[in-house]
């Protein structure tokens, strides 16, 4: 006996099998066996310089470590990222398989979603594991005693790297070319770089305070070092009355509003010309 509506299977979750498919290709073995290695091997190969840094608060001694580890982990998961978004996506649009995930009953900002949490977000969890167990190695007492500095601090790292790999996710989908997006998110790592040192200068020489509210906003984890009082965060801070130029904490939480709030535009940006303009080719 036939039953009505029997036929061709129905997938139930097809976001997840969507999502499920992009683990299996971007962290294939020994992809995460390797990440896992080296985000706690480098927490426990710097423990020992962490603690040589002679510092003049607690707070700035939990910053310092939150940074120091960040720089390193930052590094890895920038690389990682520019695999799975810059060449990843870019080269999935030009071989046609985004075309094969369009025919999934999953709407575009579904997809769009799981693109992200793949590509973006799932490194940004792995550095921010590697943070908290470099942090718990070195200063577990100060993590407890300064939660509000460890959240602060590990908001602003990670912000920086959410930064840079959303404007490689827009890039990727609007070049559609693998190489060619490979390229321009190495190139998007020095410009910023680049950019942050002519900051630093511009600001040094003219005594512009703007200048560092712009420097602060792209990275705010700087902020929060100079603010606390890090060795060399204030060095070259001048305005152009000649005193030093030291944000105040509400100053600092804005920097990192304003941060993320730069992220979430980008990301916007991203669905909006994923929904209303991007044409798989």
């Given at each position: 006996?036939m039953v009505l509506g029997e036929g061709k299977p129905r997938r139930r979750w097809p976001t997840l099998e969507i999502l499920a498919m992009e683990f299996s290709t971007a962290y294939r073995f020994p992809i995460?066996?390797?990440?896992?290695?080296?985000?706690?091997?480098?927490p426990l190969f710097f423990s020992h310089v962490a603690r040589a840094i002679p510092v003049s608060t607690e707070e700035a001694s939990l910053l310092l470590v939150i940074s120091l580890s960040q720089g390193v982990?930052?590094?890895?998961?920038?690389?990682?990222?520019?695999?799975?978004?810059?060449?990843?996506?870019?080269?999935?649009?030009?071989?046609?398989?985004?075309?094969?995930?369009?025919?999934?009953?999953?709407?575009?900002?579904?997809?769009?979603?799981?693109?992200?949490?793949?590509?973006?977000?799932?490194?940004?969890?792995?550095?921010?594991?590697?943070?908290?167990?470099?942090?718990?190695?070195?200063?577990?007492?100060?993590?407890?005693?300064?939660?509000?500095?460890?959240?602060?601090?590990?908001?602003?790292?990670?912000?920086?790297?959410?930064?840079?790999?959303?404007?490689?996710?827009?890039?990727?989908?609007?070049?559609?070319?693998?190489?060619?997006?490979?390229?321009?998110?190495?190139?998007?790592?020095?410009?910023?770089?680049?950019?942050?040192?002519?900051?630093?200068?511009?600001?040094?020489?003219?005594?512009?305070?703007?200048?560092?509210?712009?420097?602060?906003?792209?990275?705010?984890?700087?902020?929060?070092?100079?603010?606390?009082?890090?060795?060399?965060?204030?060095?070259?801070?001048?305005?152009?009355?000649?005193?030093?130029?030291?944000?105040?904490?509400?100053?600092?939480?804005?920097?990192?509003?304003?941060?993320?709030?730069?992220?979430?535009?980008?990301?916007?940006?991203?669905?909006?010309?994923?929904?209303?303009?991007?044409?798989?080719?």
């Amino acid at each position: 006996m036939m039953v009505l509506g029997e036929g061709k299977p129905r997938r139930r979750w097809p976001t997840l099998e969507i999502l499920a498919m992009e683990f299996s290709t971007a962290y294939r073995f020994p992809i995460p066996e390797v990440l896992i290695f080296l985000y706690v091997f480098f927490p426990l190969f710097f423990s020992h310089v962490a603690r040589a840094i002679p510092v003049s608060t607690e707070e700035a001694s939990l910053l310092l470590v939150i940074s120091l580890s960040q720089g390193v982990m930052g590094l890895i998961t920038l690389i990682l990222i520019l695999r799975n978004v810059a060449y990843g996506l870019a080269n999935e649009i030009k071989k046609g398989l985004m075309q094969t995930y369009l025919t999934y009953p999953v709407g575009r900002g579904r997809l769009l979603l799981v693109k992200l949490i793949s590509g973006i977000l799932v490194p940004i969890g792995f550095v921010a594991t590697s943070v908290l167990v470099f942090t718990a190695i070195n200063f577990p007492e100060l993590a407890l005693k300064y939660p509000h500095v460890l959240v602060v601090g590990l908001a602003s790292s990670l912000g920086e790297i959410l930064l840079l790999g959303s404007i490689m996710f827009l890039s990727a989908i609007i070049i559609k070319r693998g190489g060619t997006s490979l390229a321009v998110g190495i190139a998007l790592m020095f410009i910023l770089q680049i950019a942050d040192l002519a900051l630093s200068i511009t600001a040094s020489i003219t005594g512009w305070e703007g200048l560092w509210h712009i420097r602060y906003l792209l990275g705010p984890s700087l902020a929060f070092l100079t603010y606390y009082q890090a060795p060399g965060a204030q060095a070259g801070v001048v305005v152009s009355d000649g005193e030093t130029f030291v944000p105040e904490f509400w100053e600092c939480m804005g920097y990192l509003v304003g941060h993320y709030a730069l992220i979430i535009a980008i990301c916007l940006a991203s669905l909006i010309y994923f929904m209303r303009r991007f044409e798989p080719t």
